[in-house]
């Protein structure tokens, strides 16, 4: 099975600040990657596919990089409706299996 | 648009069984993977199960397989989850995802199993 390793599992941040969390697969898994935005009560949004690509309707605030073992997502300049736990998700084989997630916190 | 919505979640006794249900509305149901994947209280997100446009492959979690049964009706744009030999470890918010080229790109509201005496 391929673990996804995802840091840091909280931070706390301001509005406008610039936010980077980090995934680690435990082997290869290509661009196969999605990052995903869950705020409290809600079901998950699709931020990020294929490592890279932004979802539409999703800010351009919001870009992911990486490829094989390293993935990143990155908010250029964090803004309030941005408070949320996000979880990155590998898609390239059986079991799919999730980030344990990252809680962003207003600071 | 995209719509999948879960029903048949509840309160369950351990060893019971629940069945899942997920309609789904706004785009060609026949063309498209399906998953389940749940989150416990206040835990993350654990993928469940999935099932190709024609059924033909049928994958689980190792924490589910033997309980679980996923199927799909295309005629009906359904999906489904037949749940048996429940434990509490089962109780979670279940979500119906569509899937797109491996990735889960369209979320239901999810529906709460909880398995408790």
């Known amino acids: 099975d391929i673990q996804m390793t995802q840091s840091p599992s909280s931070l706390s941040a301001s509005v406008g600040d610039r936010v980077t969390i980090t995934c680690r697969a435990s082997?290869?898994?290509?661009?196969?990657l999605g990052w995903f935005q869950q705020k409290p009560g809600k079901a998950p949004k699709r931020l990020i596919y294929a490592a890279s690509s932004l979802q539409s309707g999703v800010p351009s605030r919001f870009s992911g990089s990486g490829s094989g073992t390293e993935f990143t997502l990155t908010i250029s300049s964090l803004q309030p409706e941005d408070f949320a736990t996000y979880y990155c998700l590998q898609h390239n084989s059986y079991p799919r299996t999730f980030g344990q997630g990252t809680q962003v916190e207003i600071k | 648009e995209v719509q999948l919505v879960e029903s048949g979640g509840g309160l369950v006794k351990p060893g019971g069984s629940l069945r899942l249900s997920c309609a789904a509305s706004?785009?060609?149901?026949?063309?498209?993977?399906m998953n389940w994947v749940r989150q416990a209280p206040g835990k993350g997100l654990e993928w469940v199960s999935s099932i190709s446009s024609s059924s033909f492959y049928i994958f689980y979690a190792d924490s589910v397989k033997g309980r679980f049964t996923i199927s799909r009706d295309n005629a009906k744009t359904s999906l489904y989850l037949q749940m048996d030999s429940l434990r509490a470890e089962d109780t979670a918010v279940y979500f119906c995802v569509r899937g797109t080229d491996g990735d889960y790109d369209s979320w239901g509201q999810g529906t709460l199993v909880t398995v408790s005496s």
């Open positions: 706004g785009f060609t149901f026949s063309g498209y993977s």
């Open positions: 082997q290869g898994i290509g661009n196969d």
